[in-house]
């Protein structure tokens, strides 16, 4: 495969598992080309032009043409500079390594990570909280977000990989929208009525399973296991971790438990305010889940993966 189309099958499977439905993405693509054509009228030299076609603003190739012939792929959940210059150093032992592909964001697709917060408010429609309310109580949570980004050294990886000539891309949204739809319905259909039930269908998934091994599989942080689990929201997709003040939105909508990646300290003090079971399945797990589910796609076209920087590689065709 050609970079470039590793690049456009993300894009098109996160846009196919995003919950805010093609109609929705469709619309805001329409508006991206009108903003475009205001802006060619008087000057599109900062207009990032990706935007025409893909709605997932940490997803980028950070290095490369897009014309390079794939056919092994160094991923990993974080790739920095050190996975960078580990890819050089397997490659001089012999290894084939033609792409780094990370997880989070690195470089641009880092820095307008906030741009894809807002999806988060159909995650909470989708709950039941109405659609003015949820992105209300996101604007505050994007900005602050948006502040955070501008202290990074954005370009520090991608500046590896130019200087050792690595292609090197992210897939971020796009992997997280196929384990947010994944699970959610792995969930639904086996419909566990406790949370020590919820917790034993979420060790059945083998990223988590693997995960608990390690010492860093799912917990519930917040209820009692031998308690019901009420309707199940899981909250995996979005850049990073929402509003807090949802959990109070999430109580009047009916929601009784959220799975989510992590918890901040601030969301753990609203959740257990508002009587909102949490469980944490797992950072790395759950991004190992969504990113697998894309790397089975790319193995089904002849590309060989190297896991690392924890990546549990689980394939399922």
Do not use: W
Not at 164 to 183: E, G, K, Q, R, S
Not at 218 to 242: F, H, N, Q
Not at 272 to 285: C, F, Q, R, Y
Not at 291 to 312: K, M, T, W, Y
């Amino acid at each position: 495969m050609k970079l470039n189309e590793i690049y456009e099958l993300a894009v098109k499977l996160g846009i196919e598992k995003d919950v805010r439905g093609i109609e929705e993405i469709n619309r805001l693509l329409a508006k991206n080309r009108k903003d475009f054509e205001r802006a060619e009228a008087k000057d599109s030299t900062f207009f990032d032009r990706e935007t025409l076609t893909n709605p997932f603003s940490d997803t980028r190739i950070l290095y490369g043409t897009g014309e390079e012939d794939i056919t092994t792929i160094f991923c990993g959940v974080d790739m920095e500079a050190p996975e960078i210059i580990l890819a050089d150093r397997l490659r001089e032992k012999g290894q084939r390594i033609d792409l780094v592909m990370a997880h989070h964001p690195e470089g641009q697709a880092q820095a307008a990570l906030y741009g894809v917060m807002e999806l988060q408010a159909d995650l909470l429609l989708k709950a039941g909280i109405p659609v003015n309310v949820a992105e209300g109580i996101m604007n505050s949570r994007i900005s602050e977000v948006r502040r955070n980004m501008m202290s990074l050294n954005h370009q520090r990886a991608v500046d590896a990989a130019r200087l050792l000539d690595i292609p090197f891309m992210c897939v971020h949204t796009p992997a997280d929208n196929l384990v947010n739809d994944y699970l959610q319905g792995y969930i639904d259909d086996r419909k566990p009525q406790y949370l020590e039930e919820l917790l034993e269908v979420l060790v059945e998934i083998p990223e988590y399973r693997q995960a608990k091994l390690l010492k860093a599989g799912p917990e519930l942080v917040v209820g009692d296991k031998k308690k019901r689990a009420g309707r199940i929201l899981v909250d995996m997709t979005g850049g990073t971790s929402g509003s807090a003040d949802m959990y109070e939105k999430l109580e009047t909508a009916g929601i009784g438990t959220v799975i989510r990646m992590h918890l901040l300290e601030k969301h753990l003090e609203q959740a257990k305010k508002h009587h909102i079971n949490v469980i944490v399945a797992g950072h790395m797990a759950s991004d190992s889940l969504g990113l697998n589910l894309f790397l089975d796609q790319l193995e089904l076209r002849g590309i060989s993966i190297i896991p690392a920087s924890g990546l549990i590689r689980v394939r399922r065709v």
